[in-house]
């Protein structure tokens, strides 16, 4: 017999994410853009207000979003520092991505073939670097890379180098511990679409003469679609705003957009800028995000 909700309880289960989405993210969003049309002037305090009792109007600051697309000395468009911030930090953020499809993905397979059995153990396995500090983790990535570090000593050891090799504060550092820390988030969402599949579909494409690689390719890839496209999306979006792996182990050339908001808010003290800096990052993730779905729920929508 199915269960039926009573319609106030209805309301509750549903009302309870719209809240908790007003409250941590719609009200820090509006706070954020009511900064960002601030101007601060000399002052301490960013929360100044923007309507002119005089005149009746909004006194917007527009600079604050104009600096970020063009530089005050009236150079080109689109070549200032943060431009290069987001184009830094979305790239960084794909080739996560890209590298922890890669490496989740047969992980997330293993799992989900194996036993029943031992499936909670290798789960455990891959939710265990969340039981210890992120700080921790990551700061164990410099005594890993580092010139003095266990990965060089190992090499010279071994005798395949003679000097260390300069692995930290590089791109490779950065896209290490990215990988490392975000794996998890490809590799849970995965795991969860795939132990749903019918792996007796596999077995018939073999009958039907398939090679494994065209089985895989054919079959298994498309029924985990909406998992890849999941994990994608957990790895990308947190990792454009990344600031802590970024600072700890990048160098100069590897700011992202993440430490300039930083830098703008707590070394600069310029609050609005920092707001419409991240104004604009929210925007280059939302946007996106809500295209795709807009489409992807018409074209279900079309199919039945």
């Known amino acids: 017999m199915a269960l039926t909700i009573p319609m106030p ?42 309507w002119d009792h005089d005149t009746g109007l909004l006194k917007l600051k527009y600079e604050n979003y104009i600096s970020i697309f063009r530089s005050p000395d009236g150079g080109a468009l689109f070549e200032t520092i943060y431009i290069e911030a987001y184009a830094r930090s ?19 397979y293993f799992i989900a073939r194996s036993p029943a059995s031992v499936r909670p153990a290798l789960l455990m396995m891959v939710m265990l670097p969340f039981w210890t500090s992120f700080l921790l983790r990551v700061y164990a990535w410099k005594g890993i890379l580092a010139d003095q570090g266990v990965l060089n000593q190992l090499l010279m050891g071994l005798g395949i ?19 490392y820390v975000y794996l998890p988030f490809m590799v849970l969402p995965l795991y969860a679409n795939l132990v749903k599949m019918d792996f007796r579909l596999l077995e018939a494409a073999y009958d039907l003469g398939a090679s494994p690689f ?3 390719w054919l079959v298994t890839v498309p ?7 999941a994990g994608f999306m957990l790895v990308f979006i947190p990792c454009v705003g990344e600031f802590v792996i970024p600072s700890l182990l990048g160098g100069p050339e590897n700011i992202m957009i993440g430490r300039v908001v930083w830098d703008e808010m707590f070394t600069s ?35 039945h």
Not at 91 to 97: D, F, G, P, Q, S
Not at 223 to 229: R, T
């Open 161 to 179: 180098i003679s000097e260390p090799i300069q692995m930290l504060y590089t791109n490779v550092s950065m896209l290490v511990g990215m990988t």
């Open 269 to 303: 003290n310029n609050w609005p800028r920092a707001s419409a800096l991240a104004v604009v990052m929210i925007g280059l993730i939302v946007i996106p995000l809500a295209i795709y779905y807009h489409f992807t729920g018409d074209a279900a929508d079309s199919r």
């Open 9 to 50: 309880g209805k309301r509750f289960v549903i009302g309870v994410p719209f809240v908790w989405l007003l409250v941590f993210f719609m009200l820090p969003f509006l706070i954020l853009a009511y900064i960002s049309f601030v101007d601060m002037g000399n002052d301490i305090s960013p929360f100044k207000p923007i």
């Open 214 to 216: 065209k089985a895989f």
């Open 223 to 229: 029924l985990s679609k909406a998992g890849i496209i």
């Open 90 to 108: 979305i790239w960084y953020a794909l080739c996560t991505a890209v590298l922890c499809l890669l490496i989740g993905y047969p992980f997330s």
